[in-house]
């Protein structure tokens, strides 16, 4: 069975505060690796997708990293509209995705 | 604009009274979903469809009904609704080939209440 842990639940940051969130994962079969952006009574946004390990993708102050067990969203002197609950899913093919519980992000101003 | 509309965004029913929330995507996916959302629980699949005609169950899918008569549409069913189906719904979809490059596209969410 798949599983997708997200790490930490919560995390609170001071505007331009650099820092990682985690996603460790276990999946026969990786068909991908999907980063989204939820904010609150909103539906999922796509923000990346990582098929191998050493792959990297960057949108803005977001940058996605992959190895053979974890995924990273870096977020580089992130801004007060970067809050949201960011999720990571794994990809099943026409199964569609199974998600972690994703990690609750506050940036202050 | 490509999305996923669902409706309606807000439902409050009596227990057993069945209801439908229906999904619509105009970007020509194969691939369909629903999920549920919960507190603690996360995003969890209930049914999903690969074409048309073509559905099989997902995660947590005890209670609910779907078909995929027309590409566009994939609704969801609840024959007899009961209070522990009260939550936040999402129908999304995505190309077959191109999945991986773009993902799923998430519609805005249904948030139903059973009383």
């Known amino acids: 069975e798949d599983q997708v842990t997200q790490s930490p639940e919560a995390l609170r940051l001071q505007e331009g505060e650099s820092s990682s969130l985690n996603c460790s994962y276990t999946v026969s079969g990786l068909r991908g690796l999907f980063w989204y952006r939820q904010d609150p009574g909103k539906g999922p946004e796509f923000l990346f997708t990582?098929?191998?390990a050493g792959e990297e993708k960057e949108k803005e102050r977001l940058k996605a990293t992959l190895t053979k067990k974890e995924s990273f969203l870096h977020i580089t002197a992130p801004k007060p509209e970067d809050s949201a609950t960011y999720l990571c899913a794994v990809g099943r093919g026409a199964d569609g995705l199974t998600f972690g519980k994703g990690t609750h992000l506050i940036i202050q101003p | 604009e490509a999305q996923v509309t669902q409706n309606p965004r807000y439902l409050i029913t009596v227990t057993g009274k069945k209801l439908t929330v229906t999904c619509s995507q105009n970007m020509n996916h194969e691939y369909m979903s629903w999920y549920r959302q919960d507190p603690g629980l996360g995003l969890r699949q209930i049914y999903y469809?690969?074409?048309?005609?073509?559905?099989d169950k997902g995660d947590v899918p005890e209670g609910y009904k779907v078909s995929r008569k027309e590409k566009r549409n994939f609704p969801l069913i609840l024959e007899s609704p009961s209070p522990n189906q009260t939550s936040l719904y999402f129908c999304?979809?995505?190309?077959?080939?191109?999945?991986?490059?773009?993902?799923?596209?998430f519609g805005s969410g249904t948030r139903l209440t059973v009383v």
């Open positions: 999304a979809s995505s190309f077959s080939g191109g999945q991986g490059a773009f993902g799923y596209t």
């Open positions: 469809s690969m074409n048309v005609e073509v559905t």
């Open positions: 990582l098929y191998s």
